[in-house]
């Protein structure tokens, strides 16, 4: 029996031995020789460290699954890139080259990506809420707003990081106020982002006919050798400048020419041209026949490829003013309170309109998570942003500063400012004509692009698919191409519209959301105090006045 217990014991010992041989072959050790790796570098080992570091991430394992956040492996814990193998059944190894850091952009490229995305249309109507607020008021309030919205932005981009234990790394600012704020926050925000989708798209399809009609127009006149004179208030240099309606008050867009032909032309075939050839009648019907089935199209990553021409037209046009300005010089006549006949005050009532505009101007807050989650160093994410909206204000006070400074006054008065400064220039002006088509090209690129947001956002959370059928897409495209249609006939004023669709907007994405977020987070923490309560509560006040103020001027 003893013999017997020896032999099977002797036995039980080499089947263990060989389990744990197998074992071992399975679950390689970290370590692996030089002479295993597959790689470029024959001498490249995997070092002591990373083999500890390799237990420990095991050992967490162990302790509990990785949706748990306070039992998950640390940031110390977890190798570096440069330590990471991919271990192969025949004894090799594979070193991960890490993708996730040449994905990242340096800060000089995330900076001017804020840049880009936040220089929009709103850079046309700037000259024009300057000319609204009074000169020296409009500098300052834009400076103010300019330092209020970055603020706010900040508060969105660090609303992430301020919930503890909890992984944030994939969240957006619509599901922090789902976290915050429950139900409400989340559909609140993504209701108010998807308005300011739509109200970017009928602006988009004010200008675009804007933009289409005057660049029509320069094109048949050349063609036709027909020399036009405007027989409104004008300048009469070569760099000529008009007042499109000098009797309005509202500002809009439409222009009332009286056409004095001075070679040789056909009188009724250009009353022709003109009947069919309306800015504010035929133009916006005739883009429906190539904007609405670009929007039907099921991606618009084609669309993505040519977001570049944003940034040439920006530039163009600050050459654009450039030129203009030093050719046209500075009329500047400072009047603090009293109006004249060719000035107007330094401070008016109606600021209310450029805080408007300026909210929409500097607004970002809905994507401003994911731009910066690119950044190549996280850590100077508030600095990059910083500098960001700085680049942004002085293009704004640059563009804005500029082309009140230098219109014309006298012989025309600064009322004359529209709000597309572009209508101030007539359509024979050639450097005008070069930025109005790039401009259109640009917005013909962007509008599928804010079309196919509006879908994915709206047919995401109504059926669960970004594509439900081509009868709820076109639906959907209708409505909104739509409403772009009407206003583009009977309410062509591009400032109201952007003033109007900032502040509703910048009520709940830049105000009040963002606030009761940064509030609620330092409540939670214990951090709140009464003037961090007293200031946001102010802010909230501010958009409600902002927004309350746009309907009464």
């Known amino acids: 029996i003893l013999k017997l217990f020896k032999l099977l014991h002797g036995t039980t010992l080499m089947l263990l031995c060989a389990c744990v041989c197998a074992r071992a072959r399975v679950f390689r050790p970290f370590h692996v020789e030089p002479r295993n790796i597959v790689d470029d570098a024959q001498q490249e080992r995997v070092s002591a460290e990373a083999a500890i570091l390799n237990s420990r991430v095991h050992y967490y394992s162990r302790l509990t699954g990785s949706s748990d956040r306070l039992l998950s492996p640390p940031n110390h814990v977890i190798p570096q890139p440069e330590e990471i193998y991919i271990y192969s059944p025949l004894g090799t190894a594979f070193k991960v080259r890490s993708s996730e850091s040449s994905s990242k952009n340096p800060s000089i490229v995330t900076i001017f990506a804020v840049w880009n995305t936040m220089m929009g249309t709103s850079i046309l109507s700037i000259p024009w809420g300057i000319k609204q607020a009074g000169f020296t008021l409009g500098i300052l309030i834009l400076i103010f707003t300019g330092l209020l919205m970055l603020y706010c932005c900040y508060i969105v981009l660090h609303s992430p990081k301020s919930i503890p234990y909890v992984d944030t790394s994939n969240w957006e600012f619509p599901d922090v106020c789902r976290f915050y704020l429950g139900k409400f926050g989340q559909w609140s925000s993504l209701v108010f982002s998807m308005v300011s989708l739509i109200g970017a798209m009928v602006i988009y399809w004010v200008l675009m006919s804007n933009f289409l009609y005057n660049s029509g127009q320069f094109i048949y006149n050349y063609a036709n050798h027909i020399n036009v004179s405007d027989a409104t208030l004008g300048t009469n240099g070569s760099e000529k400048v008009i007042c499109p309606n000098p009797n309005t008050d509202w500002g809009g867009n439409s222009t009332h020419e009286i056409l004095l032909l001075t070679n ?197 959370q109504m059926f669960g698919s970004h594509y439900p ?85």
């Not at 563009?399 to 014309?408: D, E, N, R, S, T």
């Open 264 to 460: 040789s032309g056909n009188t009724s075939d250009i009353s022709s041209f003109g009947h069919w050839w309306s800015k504010t009648s035929t133009v916006p019907l005739y883009l429906i026949v190539l904007l609405l089935p670009l929007l039907c199209f099921r991606s618009a990553a084609f669309f993505a490829r040519f977001t570049f021409l944003g940034t040439l037209s920006v530039i163009y046009l600050i050459a654009l003013v450039t030129v203009k300005a030093v050719h046209l010089g500075f009329h500047l006549d400072f009047h603090w309170f009293d109006r004249s006949q060719f000035y107007v005050p330094e401070f008016r009532s109606l600021f209310p309109q450029l805080t408007g505009v300026l909210t929409l101007a500097f607004f970002i807050h809905n994507c401003i998570i994911t731009l910066m989650k690119s950044n190549r160093h996280q850590e100077n994410n508030v600095r990059d942003l910083s500098v960001a909206y700085l680049l942004v204000g002085l293009t704004y006070l640059y563009v804005g500063v500029l082309i009140f400074a230098a219109f014309p006054s006298p012989p025309l008065s600064k009322e004359c400012i529209e709000p597309n400064f572009l209508d101030n220039f007539p359509s024979s002006d050639i450097m005008v004509f070069v930025a109005r088509s790039f401009l259109l090209f640009q917005m013909i690129t962007v509008y599928p692009l804010l079309g196919y947001l509006v879908r994915v956002q709206l047919m995401g």
């Open 469 to 553: 059928s081509f009868f709820h897409v076109l639906l959907l495209n209708v409505m909104v191409v739509g409403a772009g249609v009407l206003m583009a006939m009977f309410y062509p004023n591009v400032g109201s519209i952007i003033r109007y669709s900032g502040a509703i907007c910048g009520l709940a994405l830049v105000f009040i959301l963002p606030s009761l977020v940064h509030v609620k987070s330092l409540r939670r923490r214990g951090l709140l105090r009464w003037p961090s309560m007293l200031f946001h509560s102010l802010l909230i006040l501010l958009g409600f006045a902002n927004l309350v103020a746009q309907f009464i001027m």
